[in-house]
């Protein structure tokens, strides 16, 4: 058989016919002429095979109780599903069965890292239905613990997203600072977190000289902390490779899905309830509301460090216009127990109040001992509100049928409504980048699964 013969044999497509290799191309042909490399690339199983990967719960990555299942082809996540429910406590139906003073026990403990705001937007709706104003020394206080709890939030996000990327220094100092702010809380509530600090009527006691010393002393410190944390981000080119383009969502992705808060600004609209929908007399503060365009985990990171500076400046706004006065409206049925006389314990009533109380007369024991037991009515109807917390926007639908309790008290958590883009900017990119994208939508699970 002639060599001609072969090739022509071979171009026959003869399903006999040996591999023969073109020298000149460098290729390898199968029997019927095919290219073994175009052939095994279609057939890779890299690109067919879709591998099913359980992320969580854990920390860290999936914030603990955040379970997620990720379809993958290759290194290529091609489907999330985050499957919540591991943290779920029952708040909102609980709050059904107690009076409207013991709901901010409640909600305090929702978005744990934010519980100020909780109970204040919380309140304003059951002021809205009492028809109540309250004073102004505890509309400023509403607003100095507001802040310095966004700021304590926000080193949260730092430290806990800086440890998930590998920067674990990060950990370490956004955690040294959050500590000044919880000394802070528990000079003025006696509690660091989930303080029920703030109630329907104003707030639970009156701020010391004490704190506000110790508040003058943190807005000394905390400029220099933030300029750290921007050295030390900044000077970080592996941090700016695992930031920058990764998790991208746009503003018409984020009105879409409802995103609201740092992730939203980040995408370059200044949308901020303090200033769109001012509430407790923030149209009065001089602040602004940082935004950046680059729709990506960097841009969320700056938002946040600039929130801190802004917040800053409110804080410092505060204490200036801070003049003595009461905390909680005159009201007494609605006033307790916020006036109540503190014992030596920091908690409890004074034996000086209780025989007071006692001394009264039989109507005032019996008042006492109502508002104790019962609380006060709140006149039927339907209200909603929302402030904004350091996630984004939280909202309080609260139902009253004229009873001493809530008969409905709904949440709008942003954790929960900002996690449906979780799939959305993960989906296309690779498994590391969804702890980074997730870790920017900063969740906290108690309010997702209230």
Same mark, same amino acid.
């Given at each position: ?72 082809? @290759? ?8 499957? &919540?429910?591991? %943290?779920? *406590? !029952?708040?909102?139906? #609980? =709050?059904? /069965? ?75 100092? @956004? ?8 000394? &802070?809380?528990? %000079?003025? *509530? !006696?509690?660091?977190? #989930? =303080?029920? /600090? ?70 370059g609209l200044p949308w901020d309830l303090r200033k769109t929908m001012p509430y407790l007399g923030y149209d009065e503060f001089d602040f602004e509301v940082p935004t950046e365009t680059t729709c990506d ?20 706004q505060v204490l200036d216009r801070l003049e003595p006065g009461p905390v909680m409206v005159e009201d007494k049925k609605i006033a307790w127990p916020a006036q109540l006389a503190i014992g030596t314990d ?105």
């Amino acid at each position: 058989m002639t060599e001609h013969s072969t090739s022509s044999r071979a171009s026959a497509k003869d399903p006999f016919a040996a591999t023969a290799r073109d020298t000149t191309e460098g290729k390898v042909y199968t029997v019927t002429g095919g290219d073994w490399d175009t052939i095994v690339g279609s057939d890779d199983p890299l690109h067919h095979e879709k591998l099913v990967i359980n992320m969580g719960p854990q920390h860290p990555s999936t914030h603990g109780v955040l379970r997620l299942v990720l379809e993958m082809e @290759g290194e290529t996540v091609t489907d999330v599903r985050p499957v &919540i429910g591991y %943290l779920h *406590t !029952g708040i909102e139906k #609980n =709050m059904e /069965y107690r009076t409207w003073t013991q709901g901010s026990t409640f909600v305090t403990r929702a978005d744990y890292l934010s519980p100020i705001a909780n109970e204040t937007v919380y309140c304003l709706a059951v002021e809205r239905l009492l028809g109540v104003e309250i004073t102004e020394r505890a509309r400023l206080i509403r607003v100095l613990m507001l802040e310095l709890n966004r700021i304590a939030s926000h080193l949260v996000w730092f430290a806990t997203t800086g440890m998930e990327l590998g920067a674990t220094t990060m950990m370490i100092i @956004g955690f040294r600072e959050r500590e000044m702010i919880l000394e &802070i809380f528990e %000079l003025i *509530t !006696g509690l660091r977190m #989930n =303080m029920a /600090y703030v109630r329907p009527g104003g707030v639970a006691q009156d701020v010391t000289q004490e704190a506000i010393d110790a508040i003058r002393e943190f807005l000394k410190v905390m400029p220099q902390r933030l300029k750290q944390y921007e050295n030390l981000m900044n000077g970080q080119p592996v941090l700016h490779a695992r930031t920058k383009g990764v998790a991208y969502l746009d503003v018409s992705g984020c009105l879409a899905l409802g995103v609201t808060g740092p992730v939203l600004r980040s995408a370059g609209l200044p949308w901020d309830l303090r200033k769109t929908m001012p509430y407790l007399g923030y149209d009065e503060f001089d602040f602004e509301v940082p935004t950046e365009t680059t729709c990506d985990v960097y841009g969320r990171w700056m938002v946040r460090w600039h929130e801190c500076q802004e917040s800053l400046k409110i804080i410092k706004q505060v204490l200036d216009r801070l003049e003595p006065g009461p905390v909680m409206v005159e009201d007494k049925k609605i006033a307790w127990p916020a006036q109540l006389a503190i014992g030596t314990d920091g908690m409890g009533n004074s034996l000086s109040h209780v025989a007071k109380i006692m001394g009264q007369s039989m109507e005032a024991l019996i008042h006492h001992f109502k508002l104790v037991t019962e609380g006060f009515r709140v006149p039927a109807g339907q209200v909603y509100t929302s402030i904004e917390s350091p996630r984004g926007e939280i909202g309080c639908h609260a139902v009253s049928d004229g009873g001493t309790r809530p008969y409905r008290v709904h949440l709008r958590e942003p954790s929960f409504v900002n996690l449906q883009a979780l799939p959305a900017i993960s989906e296309g990119g690779l498994l590391a980048d969804v702890v980074a994208g997730g870790a920017s939508l900063d969740p906290v699970m108690g309010g997702v699964d209230r």
